[in-house]
């Protein structure tokens, strides 16, 4: 009986074994929260410390995003946005400094319940030249901070702060999107391209006078010619 015992045990062991290596892996669990980038040679780099413990410097780009994250991995703001584009159109005095701030707000389907995520946000932040990443945020949007923790931004997500995710599922990529540019940058390209339509425009009323003196000097002639034949 003992023997007989022995061998169910053992093939109990040796089913359960095969069971578990036959069986799919969970997914890891994550966590839904701001995450927080810096733009470094044309690229998304997560920061390896909080936004008071950073200083951008002038004509950086920082970027913020709302999503879920596992191990791996990192998923920076959804679009390419230069300093450049973000910043035209904004000056900065002596002892501040301009920095691009991407706000990307995420997407509905890891939106806590009842919140729905805003339209992704530029801004161009123009602070004192040593503020930490922390202040160049609150210096264009309103923060909630629960513990050390960036919680909110401008009012997203309501209440809620660094959800747990269960058997979290994470995108390997993500298609770029469209961000909301500051005032001042939409009213420079606005102004540029009004002054290179009226430049077109200036050149046509040129183009039509010399035509029109060509003809008359061509009208001219003829009228010489016909008059010599007669």
Known sequence: MSLLRRIAALTAGIAFTLITLASPAHAADGFTYWGYYHLADGAWVPADTGPDGFT??????????????????????????????????????????????????????????????????????????DANGQQVLESVAEVRVDDGL???????????????????????????????????????????????????????????IGVGALLVVMIAGGAVVAKRRA
């Open 56 to 129: 951008p410097e002038d004509g950086s780009v920082e970027g913020w995003h709302f999503a879920t994250t596992a191990e791996a991995p990192s998923r920076p703001p959804r679009t390419d946005a230069s300093f450049d584009e973000v910043c035209k159109g904004t000056d900065a005095a002596d002892g501040e400094k301009r920095v691009a701030v991407l706000v990307d707000f995420g997407v509905a389907e890891e939106a806590p319940d009842g919140d729905t995520p805003p339209d992704p946000e530029a801004y161009c932040a123009v602070a004192p030249a």
């Open 150 to 208: 960036t919680c909110g931004i401008d009012g997203y997500p309501t209440t809620a702060c660094s959800v747990t995710v269960a058997d979290a599922t994470v995108p390997e990529t993500e298609e770029p999107v469209e961000f909301a540019l500051p005032a001042a940058a939409t009213e420079e390209t606005a102004t540029k391209e009004a002054a290179s339509e009226s430049d077109g425009d200036s050149d046509a009323p040129w183009a039509l």
